[in-house]
């Protein structure tokens, strides 16, 4: 890599406008009009002249060895270059900036290069005279949904952040119809999709520095390019109207920029879709307390809750208020209606908002992550107060989630709060999700409802005694976690070695296995390799 590469990358990095290389003066970006050094002592006429030879050609080469200005231009990694190098009183004076003819090129270039990496043959697309719609990406190729060789010269029409969106839209598009849950886009890899919980590289060229960062902020509101450009990192939403909803992660990491998108459906799913049971879909004529959804990152938790709220908007008349970042699912008004906030857009924080919704007139809130001890005190008290809340952690298991909750609080105030969520408390949806067999995924719930036995646990401190209860009270609707594998085992939904992954209490799962006559070799040896004895301490060793 060229030495200049280095001080390019930053100006990319950056979105810096262009880069001084001055001698006798440090090395600047302007960023918005403003200077900013990127070195820490001046630069020497030899250096000067040693990063611009490095990537000259021959010409310019010639013209800097003797002393005399050049401009020429430079493509890399980081993009195309316009360099413009000149002597003042003796001193040389570069200025570098985004050859923005060439770099257009370039970005076509790339475009048709993913299309053409596929092998598949692409029919171009005829400019038309008709004017650019507002959203170009409506004018990408549709007949091959997604093939990026076919949607190539039609994203070579657009100009700027345009070809970058378009360009985006096809990857999602390409996202979705092939049912993959995330796409992950990293610098110096080609996008990769997360299919069936596996991650699979797509077989086209990796992604530039340059490229990638107009991709994403050509789709960012501007709030979020402020905050990607001071903090490095920003959630937003990003909406294919008629394919999907998207949740959007922006980051920066050693390579460059890199992004996340969790595909979210653009239809609002319904609890029969989901496979709810009929008594987690009681929780939702309450008309006061705490339900709660858990489970790992990338588990449903959203889909579940988004699921739970169509039911409460297809069977209550009631003021829900959801406090969210980002929204994912938009729900219609229906028999209800719906008040859908984000936090950083609509509001500050999720506490902010808990406390503000007190104010109006609400039935139902959910909280789209109960992130820390205020926000969960706020929605403890909400629900105890007369208004059904909704909202989600990211624990494992039911009876986890409780002791996380009371866990969060100073020790003086934990008998009080055990007091409360043993009051406030109706449910506990914790799920994960498995590999289905012949592909996809199906999520295993485990439910816990309250009951005098569970109130009494919670309020006592006992709450190791509830997968007890929760054993002895199937008939009400509970299901243990090991259970609920178990009964997609017995379907023929997913295998037993997955549903040993998942399990919690791997001992009991694999006793129900081997009840049922199935095969568990899978787990004996690695049951077998725990219990071997370890070997002992070489003689002469320390004591």
């Not at 952040?161 to 390409?174: G, K, P, S």
């Amino acid at each position: 890599m060229a030495q200049l590469d280095r001080f390019l990358s930053a100006m990319v990095s950056h979105r810096a406008s262009a880069l001084r290389l001055d001698e006798t003066a440090l090395a600047e970006l302007e960023i918005s009009g403003a200077a900013r050094p990127v070195t820490k002592a001046p630069l020497t006429a030899a250096q000067v002249v040693s990063l611009l030879r490095e990537v000259a050609p021959a010409p310019s080469g010639e013209a800097l060895a003797a002393g005399q200005p050049t401009s020429f231009s430079y493509v890399s990694d980081e993009g195309a270059f316009a360099i413009d190098a000149t002597r003042n009183a003796g001193r040389w004076q570069v200025r570098i900036t985004i050859d923005e003819g060439r770099e257009r090129d370039r970005l076509i270039d790339h475009a048709r290069d993913l299309g053409g990496s596929r092998g598949a043959a692409a029919e171009p697309v005829a400019p038309t005279d008709a004017t650019p719609p507002s959203n170009p990406s409506l004018r990408l190729v549709t007949a091959t949904h997604g093939a990026i060789a076919s949607d190539a010269d039609a994203i070579a029409h657009f100009d700027g952040a345009d070809r970058a969106r378009a360009m985006l839209d096809v990857l999602l598009r390409a996202m979705v119809e092939k049912g993959a849950s995330d796409l992950h886009l990293r610098c110096g890899e080609p996008p990769i999709l997360r299919l069936h919980g596996e991650m699979h590289r797509l077989d086209e060229p990796a992604l530039e520095p340059l490229w990638l960062d107009a991709m994403l902020r050509s789709i960012m509101p501007e709030r979020n390019r402020r905050e990607y450009t001071d903090s490095n990192d920003t959630d937003y939403a990003y909406e294919l109207e008629g394919i999907a909803r998207f949740r959007a992660n922006a980051l920066k990491d050693r390579r460059g920029p890199a992004a996340v998108f969790r595909q979210i459906p653009a239809t609002v799913v319904s609890v029969e879709q989901m496979g709810i049971s009929a008594e987690v879909q009681k929780l939702c004529q309450l008309n006061k307390g705490l339900v709660l959804v858990t489970g790992p990152t990338g588990s449903g938790k959203s889909t579940t809750l988004c699921s739970l709220i169509d039911l409460v908007n297809r069977s209550r008349s009631d003021h829900v208020i959801t406090i969210e970042d980002p929204i994912e699912f938009v729900h219609p008004n229906k028999k209800c209606i719906i008040t859908q906030r984000q936090v950083g857009v609509h509001t500050g924080s999720f506490k902010s908002a808990l406390r503000a919704a007190l104010r109006e007139d609400p039935d139902i809130i959910l909280v789209g992550e109960l992130r820390d001890l205020e926000t969960v005190s706020i929605a403890i008290e909400t629900a105890e107060t007369g208004h059904l809340v909704f909202g989600t952690l990211h624990t494992t298991t039911a009876a986890g989630t409780i002791d996380r909750i009371i866990d969060q609080f100073p020790a003086d105030r934990q008998s009080q709060i055990r007091v409360m969520l043993a009051e406030s408390l109706k449910g506990v949806i914790s799920q994960t999700l498995c590999k289905k067999i012949g592909g996809g995924r199906v999520a295993a719930r485990e439910v816990l409802l309250s009951i005098t036995a569970v109130t009494n646990l919670i309020r006592e401190g006992k709450t190791f005694q509830i997968p007890t209860v929760m054993q002895t009270s199937k008939r009400l609707g509970m299901v243990t976690l090991n259970d609920a594998l178990l009964e997609l085992v017995d379907g023929a939904l997913i295998e037993p070695m997955e549903g040993y992954a998942k399990a919690v209490d791997k001992t009991m799962f694999l006793g129900a296995l081997k009840a049922r006559g199935l095969d568990t070799s899978f787990a004996e040896a690695e049951q077998a390799a725990k219990e071997a004895p370890k070997p002992a301490a070489a003689a002469g060793g320390r004591r």
